[in-house]
């Protein structure tokens, strides 16, 4: 099962309501979730969508969830008086006397095969999951965007060059290729965040793509654009502020559940030993550490394993959330 | 779809070769290799030549069938395939199994009672099923059922199908959520449709409406999304493999790359790459044959 | 075009039905008090603009108004004597098909693509009878040649998208009428027709009517198809029945001034005005009616009575028509008749 589910549940939910995109082709009710409005109207789209979702309970939760994650990531002091890596608030080192006890009152956690608090371990490595998801997402985004704006907006070959493109990157097991690109990268000590961030963020391109592609090709269609045109704007004017705004909700709405979907994929590589480097205080390393002392001492695996789900939700449900809220169809 | 291949499979080429790393060296370990061995693999591996023409003349080799060989164990890749690749589809006609018993029956009820209490139930819970890491479910399912409650076999193939049970389950589990959204909101879809008005309007009860007229219609988006994800599915079945020891496809293709046996690698990406075009060729034929507008046109 | 009006037994008796649903920005009151009968073999055409309710209320008549969030506030729809507000869901089953049917607006979308259609006409027959398939297949290529369809036999085998739009119609014609229900309800049957075609489906409406002797409710905002085929109009605005009356009458004399509006707009080749008056302003949202006379924000002979109550339809003339209206017969209203 792909660790990334999710990319192909998006790309599968859109291919399942116009089979006829299946192919890899784009606009018609596929790419429906494009608000094809002019200002004014999308902002009482945008109204009506927050409207929608303030009401709805899941939606603090979401909101919830992805807060506390982003503020561990911003602020951990918020969450811990101790820095990683030493054992309490005042500073002194991790005893190693105290190595593996389970959860307690001074060490909420309990402590790590070090004697470290392992509460703050699993805290501060939301640092390097939420960095890592930003990356990847921001770099998914940005050939994906450019790609599908070139794809969209010129068509003929350039098009079918870059669809054929999509389609052969598609054909290729992600976790597969993930795995062997990250090998390729960088063995194991040479490895870092950026080589990872580069990696997932590149496999991820094809399905972002195949969105912005279709909603490019809807929205240049319509009357604004072709005056645009018609006024003599150039094209890379007429793709940022015109198609770009209007085109861009379908993907923001990827974007979230994708940060969930890297934040998982992350930390399946790193489990693997192919992701970030054994250094670093990510929850893929802790689990993977965790599962040989299972027996004595399981809350090594399961709270980072708990953090590492609850990320992960907090960004889907919302993504979820978000592409309800935005889609004109359910209006 | 002939391009797409190609392309495909050179992209698979190229990130190979790429690898640092001596393959010839990495099989020897530490020892100096004479060199009239070396010219043997050399010989054998076409590596004296550029890198365009090893593709070609890698595809020339494979069209006739031939994979190749393992650098590491000097198996004929064929061979291998015979192999291992049983082991993987055993695990994948179980997750399709349960996936589909499970998945489609709760889809389908969750589409006729939208919006109740339990339907929204199956969707929050099928949404935190999908932001489980697989890996994450594996370990805890081993250590678990495994370890813990010794309820089934933790690791490798001895028991026969009962080793594939509890890996099945945890990949099913995942499946199972994306099965039930995706017939869920096709159906919701379908039910929109203007023929199940007039199906109502001429009598049709609701079961009727559903099992019939919906139905009917839903299979086709279901059956091409279904279809399309069974094409990628052993490949993603890597991790559970790794985790639960067992010798497939994925799990061969994880452990040759630290070995940087690159025929392995290569071979076996291909060749999920073309079961992956196979699967989707099939299933835009089955597409075909279940519209009639397609069909008849 | 005119059958015998009979003052006895009305097939279909609706009395102040009222139909609202339930919506995140409010309730729509969809229709409201609409009150009116139907006869056998008579030809009754609701008219209005979209938003106006006459097809929930034709929905309503078949039991297929969604529930939630729909629901019928008050009133009665009696059919031969049975009450169908509050029918159980098994009796409609039984209802439907059988002795009231329904064709609806665009025949490509409303017939199921993946089903032959002489499939789903035989469907007709096989849900209220007991008869084989193939036996029912006869049956459907049967009706399919009465409605016009060459080459019955080997084209009911066929599927939907391999018809044009008239030849579709004609399939949903079929469909509806293969048990020879007491009424045919007809949702704007030619809008998504060509105009030549248009002229086919009415004539074969009209054809078949009279061989069955059933009633038909024509729902449209056509006047031109209205015009041929009707018995009575039924005129509805922001779902209340503001004009009813006998079809040539209503013609000649339109009394509301919604409905003289409406005869304004459209070109007609015999009269000598050379200009054509829209109604100006548009529909009334359905959230919020203005008050009083729904229609006063538009009307040109709108005062502050007309502002702030309501008009009951009032019988004028011999009793066959009324009129929503406090200036209807006015002198300022009789001038703006064409």
């Known amino acids: ?331 | ?297 | 075009m005119s059958a015998p009006l009979r003052e006895d037994n009305p097939l279909l008796t609706v009395r102040d039905l009222t139909v609202r649903f339930d919506t995140e920005d409010g309730i729509v009151n969809a229709v409201s008090d609409l009150s009116y009968d139907l006869f056998a073999g008579e030809t009754l055409a609701i008219m209005g603009e979209s938003g106006s309710g006459k097809s929930v209320s034709a929905q309503a008549l078949m039991g297929l108004v969604p529930m939630p969030p729909g629901r019928i506030e008050k009133g009665s729809i009696s059919f031969v004597g049975q009450e169908l507000v509050g029918l159980e869901e098994n009796d409609w089953t039984n209802l439907r098909g059988e002795e009231i049917a329904m064709i609806f607006q665009d025949p490509l979308t409303s017939l199921n693509p993946v089903f032959p259609v002489g499939w789903q006409i035989g469907e007709t027959f096989r849900l209220h009878r007991t008869i084989g398939r193939r036996e029912a297949m006869r049956k459907a290529a049967e009706l399919m040649d009465r409605v016009g369809i060459p080459n019955a036999g080997k084209r009911a085998r066929q599927f939907p998208h391999q018809f044009s739009g008239g030849m579709r119609q004609r399939l949903m014609i079929a469909m509806a009428l293969a048990l020879e229900p007491k009424i045919l309800i007809a949702d704007e049957p030619t809008t998504a027709l060509d105009v030549t075609v248009q002229a086919q489906i009415m004539d074969l409406l009209a054809d078949l009517q009279r061989d069955t002797g059933m009633a038909l409710i024509l729902i449209t905002h056509d006047l031109g198809v209205v015009a041929s085929v009707a018995d009575r109009v039924l005129v509805m605005y922001a779902g209340r029945a503001v004009e009813t009356g006998r079809a040539g009458d209503f013609y000649a004399r339109p009394g509301h001034p919604y409905a003289q509006g409406l005869m304004g707009s459209v070109p007609r080749l015999l009269s000598d005005t050379d200009r054509l008056l829209p109604i100006p302003g548009h529909p009334p949202s359905v959230v919020q009616l203005p008050t009083g006379c729904s229609f006063h924000p538009r009307c040109a002979l709108a005062d502050d009575h007309c502002r702030t109550s309501r008009p009951d339809l009032t019988v004028y003339g011999d009793g066959s028509r009324q009129v929503a209206c406090f200036k209807a017969e006015t002198p300022a209203a009789l001038r703006n008749q064409p």
């Open chain 1, 1 to 331: 099962m792909r660790g990334s589910t999710r990319v192909f549940v998006m790309t599968e939910l859109t291919d399942a309501l116009a089979p006829e995109n299946a192919e890899g082709g784009g606009g018609g009710r596929g790419s429906s979730n494009v608000d094809l409005a002019t200002d004014d109207t999308k902002r009482t789209h945008l109204r009506d969508a927050w409207r929608l979702l303030r009401r709805r309970p899941i939606f603090w939760v979401a909101a919830f969830l992805i807060a506390v994650f982003v503020s561990m990531t911003i602020v951990p002091q918020l969450f811990t008086a101790i820095a990683p890596g030493e054992g309490n608030p005042s500073g002194e080192f991790c005893f190693l006397a105290d190595s593996r006890q389970g959860p307690s009152a001074d060490h909420w956690f309990g402590t790590d095969v070090q004697g470290c608090d392992y509460y703050t371990q699993v805290t501060y490595g939301a640092r390097i999951s939420l960095r890592v998801a930003l990356g990847a997402t921001a770099i998914t985004l940005t050939i994906g965007i450019l790609l599908g704006s070139l794809a969209g907006y010129y068509s003929g070959f350039i098009d079918t060059l870059i669809s054929r493109l999509i389609d052969g990157f598609l054909a290729l097991p992600y976790l597969v290729a993930a795995i062997i690109v990250l090998s390729v990268l960088a063995s194991n000590a040479g490895r870092n965040e950026w080589h990872v961030m580069a990696a997932i963020g590149a496999l991820g391109w094809p399905a972002v793509v195949r969105l912005y592609r279709a909603s490019v090709l809807q929205v240049k269609s319509l009357e604004y654009v072709q005056a645009a045109k018609a006024l003599g704007a150039s094209d890379a004017r007429i793709l940022a502020r015109h198609v770009l705004p209007n085109a861009l909700a379908p993907v923001l709405v990827e974007a979230t559940t994708g940060m969930g979907v890297v934040i998982s994929v992350e930390a399946t590589l790193t489990f693997f030993g192919v992701g970030l480097p054994l250094d670093s205080a990510s929850w893929g390393i802790m689990i993977a550490e965790a599962t040989g002392r299972f027996e004595n001492s399981p809350h090594l695996l399961l709270f980072p394993g708990a953090y590492l789900f609850f990320g992960t939700l907090g960004f889907i449900i919302m993504g979820e959330l978000l592409r309800e809220a935005l889609d004109p169809r359910l209006r």
């Open chain 2, 1 to 297: 779809m002939i391009p797409v291949f190609f392309i495909a499979t050179f992209l698979i080429f190229i990130i190979i070769r790429v690898l640092p790393g001596d393959p010839i060296q990495a099989q020897f370990g530490e020892r100096r290799i004479p060199d009239n061995l070396r010219e043997a693999y050399i010989d054998q591996y076409n590596l004296d030549e550029s890198l365009p023409m090893q593709y070609v003349l890698y595809m020339k080799d494979l069209l006739t069938g031939d994979f190749g060989t393992s650098i590491a164990n000097q198996q004929s890749i064929n061979d291998m395939f015979k192999e291992r690749l049983p082991r993987s589809l055993r695990l994948a006609s179980l997750v399709i199994f349960f996936e589909t018993i499970i998945g489609i029956p709760v889809g389908v009820w969750a589409a006729r009672h939208r919006d109740s209490f339990i339907d929204n139930g199956i969707l929050v819970v099928t949404l935190a099923v999908l932001a489980m890491p697989v890996f994450l479910l594996a370990v805890l399912a081993q250590l678990y059922f495994g370890l813990k409650w010794g309820l089934f076999p933790i690791s490798g193939i001895e028991d026969g199908w009962m080793s594939y049970l509890l890996p099945a389950v945890v990949v099913a589990v995942s499946s199972i959520a994306i099965n039930i959204r995706v017939v869920r909101a096709t159906l919701i879809e379908t039910f929109r449709e203007d023929y199940i008005r007039t199906a109502r309007a001429k009598g049709a009860n609701s079961r009727r409406v559903l099992g019939i007229h919906a139905l009917r219609n839903s299979l086709i988006p279901i059956v091409t999304i279904l279809g399309v994800r069974f094409g990628s599915m052993i490949g993603g079945l890597l991790v559970t493999e790794s985790i639960f020891n067992i010798p497939g496809l994925g799990f061969t293709i994880v452990s040759a790359i630290p070995q940087r046996d690159n025929t392995i690698i290569i071979g076996f990406s291909i060749f999920l790459v073309m079961a992956y075009m196979l699967i989707n060729f099939l299933v835009d034929l089955l597409y075909a044959w279940l519209d009639p507008r397609i069909r008849y046109d």
